[in-house]
């Protein structure tokens, strides 16, 4: 089947506040706002690269450690001792990775269903068999560095996740006595084109080999699943009004 790829409208880092919460079962903390160096440590942790190879190693210091990369990489000896030191942290296990991310997706509430008791999505923003998610798009710049400018060989800005099972949301679900304090909060907030904030949430379970092909530029391609979808009615995702209707059976 085709992929359908949504076009997720994300608010990130600065924008929301993260909450880090410890997890014993997985690595890394809470679930987070993707950034670029977070991801390129899951993908290159998560054996998406060799980080024992010379080059691949450099370029995950150039990304996690920018200023120890700026100040040393010019010193031949010095780099080498310093880059065996980040590969065998890398490979034991030693470094710290996340798995946990959340994307944040505006959506338009139809007419609420009182046989249903849900507030369907409008036409033609809903979620329908989605398998390919995007985590992260550095500003459509696809080959910005994190540390220098220039273009890094292996890591690109875009980064995309393919889930289990493909998802689908076609309502919010709210109960019948719920309604009327719903209605009455989105005008108090002058909120009349009833618009509402969705946070997903998702789990990295490893990387694919290969990647899919955007254009020119390489995408770094995760799987995993979709945790949970919760519906807010501010874009700070402060004020839950509600659960996603989810379908992950395709």
């Known amino acids: 089947?085709?992929?359908?790829?949504?076009?997720?409208?994300?608010?990130?880092?600065?924008?929301?506040?993260?909450?880090?919460?410890?997890?014993?079962?997985?690595p890394g903390e809470g679930y987070a706002w993707p950034n670029f160096r977070e991801l390129v440590q899951t993908f290159l942790l998560m054996k998406g690269e060799d980080v024992s190879k010379p080059a691949v190693a450099d370029i995950y210091a150039r990304?996690?450690?920018?200023?120890?990369?700026?100040?040393?990489?010019?010193?031949d000896y010095l780099w080498r001792?310093?880059?065996?030191?980040?590969?065998?942290?890398?490979?034991?296990?030693?470094?710290?990775?996340?798995?946990?991310?959340?994307v944040a997706v505006k959506f338009k509430m139809g007419r609420y269903d009182f046989k249903k008791h849900e507030f369907p999505i409008s036409a033609g923003q809903h979620f329908h068999n989605v398998d390919l998610?995007?985590?992260?798009?550095?500003?459509?710049?696809?080959?910005?560095?994190?540390?220098?400018?220039?273009?890094?060989?292996?890591?690109s800005s875009f980064f995309m996740m393919q889930l289990d099972h493909p998802l689908t949301i076609e309502g919010l679900s709210v109960s019948e006595k719920e309604v009327p304090k719903l209605m009455a909060r989105m005008q108090q907030a002058n909120n009349f084109h009833r618009m509402v904030y969705a946070r997903?949430?998702?789990?990295?379970?490893?990387?694919?080999?290969?990647?899919?092909?955007?254009?020119?530029?390489?995408?770094?391609?995760?799987?995993?699943?979709?945790?949970?979808?919760?519906?807010?009615?501010?874009?700070?995702?402060?004020?839950?009004?509600?659960?996603?209707?989810?379908?992950?059976?395709?």
């Open 1 to 26: 089947m085709k992929r359908r790829i949504a076009a997720l409208l994300f608010v990130l880092v600065g924008l929301f506040a993260t909450t880090r919460v410890c997890y014993a079962d997985l």
């Open 63 to 75: 990304v996690v450690y920018c200023e120890l990369f700026k100040t040393n990489y010019s010193n």
């Open 81 to 102: 001792k310093l880059r065996k030191k980040i590969i065998a942290r890398a490979v034991s296990g030693q470094e710290y990775y996340r798995v946990r991310y959340q």
């Open 133 to 155: 998610i995007s985590l992260y798009n550095q500003g459509g710049n696809a080959h910005a560095s994190f540390c220098y400018n220039g273009s890094d060989p292996i890591f």
């Open 200 to 250: 997903i949430r998702l789990v990295v379970t490893g990387t694919l080999k290969g990647f899919f092909v955007l254009n020119t530029y390489r995408n770094i391609l995760f799987k995993g699943y979709v945790a949970n979808v919760d519906f807010f009615l501010d874009p700070h995702l402060t004020e839950p009004i509600g659960h996603a209707i989810i379908d992950q059976n395709g």
